[in-house]
């Protein structure tokens, strides 16, 4: 038998080969974009004791020593003190854990050396910068749904406006965590990461009202917090169960709204530079 009869009988038993086409993926990769972003969610909710069972234990362990040492008594906008520090205590939870999901994401990627697995598939700046923000809004609504949850066990949770608390859950995570991404494509270890944490993001949550109103502060802290925008997220937030604002609530919506939008597009326009990302 010669060799083209063989390849010829060969042929008719095995099925022609052909190679797969190429994915079409249009101008925006969603499929890309929403494997990236269940990504970042798996890679938190592995490890779901750690990024959010953490830090609702911290946030009521704030919430138990902070009552046991002023009492539930008092009166702080017309409520008792535990009822006042709850909301303050959930968005400053859900906004660090917004910033702490993605700076630690790009961050240890980079130091690993695996963030060109990220830079090399079909993404655009734009879709990064999608995914990842979506990945840490996601785990700061997660910790928060449960860190309120079980603090409403030891207080009482009044909502006066739904729609101002998702608004400013939402534009607090969104806003630390691009805040997040900037902050990890800039470090280059983890000692930077640390500098921001702890002279940056900490002092700004925690110098908000997140504990007090501002109207207990001297007047040169009042100024300063006014320009403050977690001030207005933090106090925004708090309206929105109790119905009681140290500021306006409505200078409150627009400030997130141009902070959330300004650091969106500054993130992006990051990313697309390929600053400290590229060689």
Known sequence: MSDRTASNDLG??????????????GSVNWRGMWELYLKEVRRFWKVVFQTVAAPVITSLMFLLV????FGTGGNVHGYPFGDFLVPGLVIMTMIQNAFANTSSSILVSKVQGNIVDILMPPLSALELTIA???GGITRGLAVGVI????????????VYNAGL??????????LMSVIGIVAAVWAEKFDHMALVTNFIVTPLTFLSGTFYTIDRLPGWAQFIAHY????YNIDGFRYGFLGQPAGNHVTGVIVMTVFSLVGLLATYAIIRSGYKLKA
């Not at 008719?12 to 993926?25: E, G, N, Q, S, Y």
């Not at 860190?147 to 009044?158: E, G, N, R, T």
């Not at 403050?228 to 001030?231: T, V």
């Open 12 to 25: 008719r038993v095995l099925p022609a080969f052909t190679a797969p086409l190429p994915r079409k993926m």
């Open 165 to 174: 608390i998702v608004f400013h859950a939402v534009a607090g995570c969104l």
């Open 147 to 158: 860190c309120a949850a079980v603090m409403a066990i030891f207080a009482d949770l009044h």
């Open 132 to 134: 990842w923000t979506l």
């Open 66 to 69: 902070m009552v046991f040492a």
């Open 228 to 231: 403050n925008p977690f001030f």
